[in-house]
């Protein structure tokens, strides 16, 4: 028997609506992800029949709820781990699979008030892709929008940002999907620390020009293409760059593009990464962009990048990191496959913000001593 596109479309609005309706007896009612009081923020499509789609790791949804439980009905294209925060703390984290639209609680037997909710996507779209189709909440349950912050990041880089295998245990533990958390990694530090909301752009083993491992010196569909899509993996749809302009632009990638042999050339690296810089500038105007040497870097990658220095002191508003030679150690920062572990992060996080904060104008917060 054949399928129609039409008939696999209505069939899944019969099972959201079956599973709304059976949630609904106890939660109270559902509430469509496109509603006005609950808001993105990272790139998302909304879906021809209601839901909100997405992939890039770091994409969060938040909203306030009155009430003592709420839950989301989701369906997924892989599979996506996501966080759970409730009134700025984590309260678990779940994991998302399945094509079919369900319903997962997310938070139950809270004290009466408004709470706030924030579901965090921490791993990254190679692995799956997340459509939200209702929030759940109680009888009586009113919704309000979290106002957005007026500061924004944007970060755009490989595993290191992605926070592969943050939560691992070893250097020469492998990695597993349920050890990537992007909340952990710098980038959502250094958004955190600021009060920043923030769009993670990053894809492991990525690189300016050529991704790991590759057997030619050049890869295809590399970060700076990834960079003009809705989608990281599930779709070719390009950006409209509307939803948000960043205060700043982070790049951290080289590490891939100099990893194994055969190498690229400086002038195949540094010509890319120069286009790549005016690309971000010509879609966001002349924002501040910080070009991070990472902490990683081999004597090739550190070349190639001294030479990008050279080719930007013209430009307006390039910067270069300060370099993180030696601040990751093996024994206490590393987890999953040698990627920084939590504390690892963290160091890359502290070691950034001074130049952030210096590039911005905004304040370093006091620290308790």
Not at 44 to 51: E, I, P, R, V
Not at 183 to 206: T, V, W
């Given at each position: 028997?054949?399928?129609?596109s ?11 609506a ?6 609904a ?17 990272g790139?998302?499509?909304?879906t021809?029949d ?10 969060y949804m ?5 009430g003592s439980?709420?839950?989301?009905v ?5 599979t996506?781990?996501h ?7 984590l309260l678990r ?11 997962i ?5 809270l ?8 579901m ?11 459509t ?7 009888k009586?349950?009113?919704?309000k929008?979290?106002p957005?912050s ?10 290191y940002?992605c ?7 070893s ?9 990537e ?6 980038g959502a530090?250094?958004a955190?620390?600021f ?8 894809h492991?083993?990525?690189?300016i ?5 590759d ?6 569909n ?6 003009t899509?809705?989608f ?6 390009a950006?409209d760059?509307?939803?948000y ?6 790049i951290n990638l080289?590490?891939n593009?100099?990893s194994?042999?055969p190498?690229p050339s ?9 286009k790549?810089i ?8 002349d ?11 081999n ?14 002191l ?5 910067y270069?990191a ?7 150690t093996?024994?206490r920062?590393?987890g ?8 690892g992060?963290?160091?890359i996080?502290?070691a950034l913000?001074p130049?952030?904060?210096?590039i911005t ?9």
């Amino acid at each position: 028997m054949h399928i129609t596109s039409i008939t696999m479309r209505k069939f899944l609005f019969i099972i959201i609506a079956m599973l709304v309706a059976v949630v609904a007896q106890g939660a109270g009612k559902e509430i469509p992800a496109t509603d006005s009081n609950i808001t993105f923020t990272g790139r998302t499509a909304k879906t021809s029949d209601g839901g909100v789609r997405y992939d890039w790791s770091g994409v969060y949804m938040q909203t306030y709820f009155s009430g003592s439980s709420v839950g989301v009905v989701v369906s997924e294209e892989g599979t996506s781990y996501h966080n759970v925060f409730v009134d700025g703390k984590l309260l678990r984290k779940i994991k998302v699979d399945g094509k079919t639209p369900h319903a997962i609680t997310l938070a139950s037997g809270l004290p009466k008030g408004f709470h706030r909710l924030m579901m965090q996507k921490c791993t990254e779209g190679d692995y799956g892709c997340t459509t939200v189709w209702k929030l759940l909440v109680g009888k009586g349950a009113t919704l309000k929008p979290v106002p957005r912050s007026s500061r924004f990041i944007e970060v755009v880089g490989d595993s290191y940002t992605c926070g592969y295998g943050v939560e691992g245990k070893s250097p020469r533990e492998p990695f597993a999907l349920e050890t990537e958390d992007c909340h952990e990694a710098y980038g959502a530090l250094i958004a955190r620390y600021f009060g920043a909301d923030y769009a993670l752009i990053a894809h492991s083993g990525q690189g300016i020009v050529r991704h790991w491992g590759d057997k030619q010196p050049t890869s295809e569909n590399q970060m700076p293409e990834r960079w003009t899509r809705i989608f990281d993996t599930h779709g070719q749809e390009a950006y409209d760059y509307k939803a948000y302009k960043p205060d700043i632009v982070i790049i951290n990638l080289g590490t891939n593009d100099y990893s194994t042999m055969p190498l690229p050339s400086e002038k195949q690296y540094v010509g890319a990464y120069v286009k790549f810089i005016e690309a971000i500038k010509g879609r966001y105007g002349d924002i501040p962009i910080l070009c991070v040497t990472p902490h990683s870097a081999n004597i090739y990658l550190k070349a190639a990048l001294g030479r990008l220095r050279d080719q930007t002191l013209c430009m307006s508003k390039v910067y270069m990191a300060n370099p993180l030679d030696g601040i990751i150690t093996s024994d206490r920062d590393l987890g999953s496959n040698s990627h920084p572990n939590k504390q690892g992060q963290t160091k890359i996080a502290f070691a950034l913000i001074p130049q952030v904060a210096a590039i911005t104008g905004w304040e370093v917060n006091q620290l308790p001593f």
